[in-house]
């Protein structure tokens, strides 16, 4: 008898992130955004289009209240992903790393990278205007291909090289950290804004 399995699986998590105002939430990243001179060097100087609080911002959920509530929504999600990854911790947790605050004008894009050093990686939409662009994931064997042939547009979703999701606002997706992913061009007017984190194994 013939059997096909499929091996190697690349989990991707979508839910969503319930008793967190959108509305508040997108205030209070303008609002940092417009604060946050230091944030606002950093994007010009690295020639990040819009602003990211990455390289300038630890500390958003001590700051404020809506970001302490969202870890804890983000807590639960990341514990609940973990579970199905059947990954063996040991007496060791799954704990944020960081969390940053993303916000794409019309026109910006996020090139493909991974999250080195992180375990779990993840996002949730505050701002998604018509137009705005999906996040890509990439094949991690794409590199490993080599003579394959392309496949067909019609191919399953797990076996397509790269795979388009298009979020809601509320939406939260998380990923290993190695998964490779993209924000291709911003095509909306208006800001394409989102809440990225890591997650890592505490030593």
């Not at 639960?76 to 940053?100: P, S, T």
């Not at 050093?117 to 994931?137: N, R, W």
């Amino acid at each position: 008898m013939t059997k096909i399995r499929t091996l190697f699986a690349t989990p991707l998590y979508h839910s969503v992130v319930e008793g967190i105002d959108p509305v508040e939430l997108e205030a209070s990243c303008l609002s940092i955004a417009e604060d946050d001179e230091a944030g606002q060097a950093w994007c010009e100087e690295n020639d990040f289009p819009g602003y990211t609080s990455y390289a300038s911002l630890t500390d958003l959920g001590w700051r404020f209240p809506i970001f302490a509530d969202l870890i804890k929504q983000l807590d639960a999600h990341v514990a609940a992903f973990i579970e199905r990854l059947d990954f063996d911790l040991g007496d060791r947790k799954i704990v944020l790393e960081d969390l940053w605050i993303n916000i794409l004008p019309e026109g910006g894009i996020h090139t493909a990278h991974i999250h080195p050093h992180s375990v779990i990686s993840g996002t949730t939409y505050v701002a998604m205007p018509e137009g705005a662009s999906a996040i890509k994931f990439e094949d991690p064997r794409h590199a490993m291909m080599m003579a394959a042939p392309p496949r067909k547009k019609d191919a399953r979703e797990d076996l397509k090289t790269f795979v388009y999701v298009a979020p809601n606002v509320g939406d939260v997706l998380l990923w290993e950290s190695w998964l490779r992913h993209e924000v291709p061009m911003n095509m909306a007017e208006d800001d394409r804004i989102s809440v990225s984190f890591n997650y890592k194994w505490e030593s």
